[in-house]
């Protein structure tokens, strides 16, 4: 069986969880204010808050007992068996394969921010080659960059904070900030979870970490806590400084927002956009680890071809699904636009909550005796609560973006259909 290198400390653990998700924190999430207001969202990100601290020291337990490549995947493979394995599987693929085009969209946006006239799908496809190639050199390569990256996309936003909240108004904030009511709320919710989507892909790289146990529970804990703050800071300070109406519908929100206090064309608003790059870079590069190492999982349990597994026999990295996983990225951002990408997203990721927090009930009452290093705290009451709320933000996207949801259940069900025909026939072939 095909092995990954263990070469990642409870930093680079940290530095990848942040470094997943702080993107979310410079463009996607101003997309709820356009379908709730600045007060609906924030009710909204107060909700998935709660979920993703529920959530995260639930899915812990699962992540240092169950150390895979597949992350939840594996984890319900070992409680439910191959079909349930499909599910979370095809769910944490689309997640992070829909994620990904979402981010270089953005960066693509940046680059034009700073030089129109580079145009803004060009220089998307240039990411994912670059980042791509970084990852092919090895995993504490590409560890080490992502620590790099995140620890310049947190000075950035401290940075950010430090010049919008002079400016802060608390009547520009409170400008119509319930328009839609509770519909409104629920509506946001798919761009709340953006501010901490991806975060549970951590436990993609758990086979590649050393002292899994201790590092990995740390660099969950902090990353989350590091990403709430942050989340909710970038959302209220620009929520002071202009009417939401006029940075919904953008991939650079953070930019904009100092242009309109500094002018466009301010050295320093210049400047705080070409830095800007570096958080969308931290989340892009991560998530690209994380995508490829679940289509390696997938591929090593015979679920996916066999030549996803593969591994460069000097680096010890999957660099066939980091290649595919990049084509596929590729032509998702050909075909959809930001928020149809978040959203999309944001789907698989309930669903991998949902059979996350399903898989530890499941295990505690079938397999007492694993070796759990870290146990969910308050059990039963933490995976409870982070299961109701992620069901509750499934139904509420299943109705608001319906055409989205269709879109995800239906590439489910071929992949059940075809497991169902492939199973059928090597019984046959048996017999």
Not at 72 to 99: D, Q, S
Not at 215 to 225: D, E, T
Not at 320 to 347: F, N
Request: proline share 5%; aromatic share 14%.
């Amino acid at each position: 069986m095909a092995e990954l290198k263990k070469a990642l400390t409870a930093v680079h653990v940290w530095a990848i969880g942040v470094g997943l998700v702080i993107s979310g924190e410079y463009f996607g999430w101003n997309y709820g204010w356009g379908v709730a207001g600045t007060l609906g969202l924030l009710l909204a990100t107060l909700l998935i808050t709660l979920l993703y601290v529920t959530f995260i020291f639930s899915f812990t337990e699962l992540t240092t007992a169950i150390p895979q490549a597949g992350g939840p995947f594996a984890y319900a493979l070992k409680a439910f068996g191959p079909w349930g394995a499909i599910i979370a599987g095809y769910a944490t693929l689309i997640e992070f394969l829909f994620a990904t085009p979402a981010i270089a969209l953005a960066l693509g946006s940046y680059v034009h921010f700073l030089y129109p006239g580079i145009a803004v799908i060009p220089a998307s496809l240039a990411s994912y080659a670059l980042f791509t190639a970084i990852n092919l050199l090895g995993v504490e390569e590409a560890a080490w960059f992502s620590l790099i990256m995140t620890l310049l996309a947190i000075a950035e936003l401290l940075v950010f904070l430090g010049v919008v909240l002079p400016h802060f108004d608390l009547q520009t904030f409170l400008y119509r900030p319930f328009p839609y009511g509770w519909a409104g709320v629920f509506a946001a919710l798919p761009f709340a979870i953006w501010l901490f989507v991806c975060l549970e892909g951590i436990a993609m790289v758990a086979e590649e970490v050393k002292d899994t146990n201790r590092a990995l529970a740390r660099g969950y804990i902090s990353a989350l806590l590091t990403l709430a703050l942050l989340a909710l800071g970038v959302m209220i300070s620009i929520g002071g400084v202009t009417h939401w109406e006029n940075l919904s519908t953008i991939d650079y929100p953070l930019p904009e927002s100092i242009a309109l206090i500094l002018g466009r064309e301010n050295p320093l608003t210049k400047l705080f956009a070409s830095v800007g790059l570096f958080g969308l870079i931290a989340s892009f590069h991560g998530i690209i680890i994380s995508y490829s190492r679940q289509l390696f999982a997938l591929a090593r349990e015979e679920y996916l071809p066999a030549s996803l597994a593969l591994v460069s026999s000097r680096r010890r990295v999957p660099y066939v699904a980091l290649l595919v996983g990049a084509v596929l990225g590729m032509t998702a951002l050909l075909v959809l636009d930001t928020s149809k990408l978040v959203i999309l997203s944001t789907i698989g990721a309930v669903v991998v909550y949902i059979i996350s927090m399903l898989a530890l009930f499941q295990l505690r009452r079938t397999e007492p005796r694993l070796n759990r290093p870290f146990r969910a705290p308050l059990y039963p009451y933490f995976p409870a609560i982070a299961l109701g709320l992620a069901t509750l933000a499934l139904i509420a996207m299943a109705y608001f973006y319906w055409p989205l949801a269709l879109l995800f259940f239906g590439g489910l069900l071929v992949l059940l259909l075809g497991y169902g025909f492939r199973l059928r026939r090597s019984r046959r072939k048996a017999l």
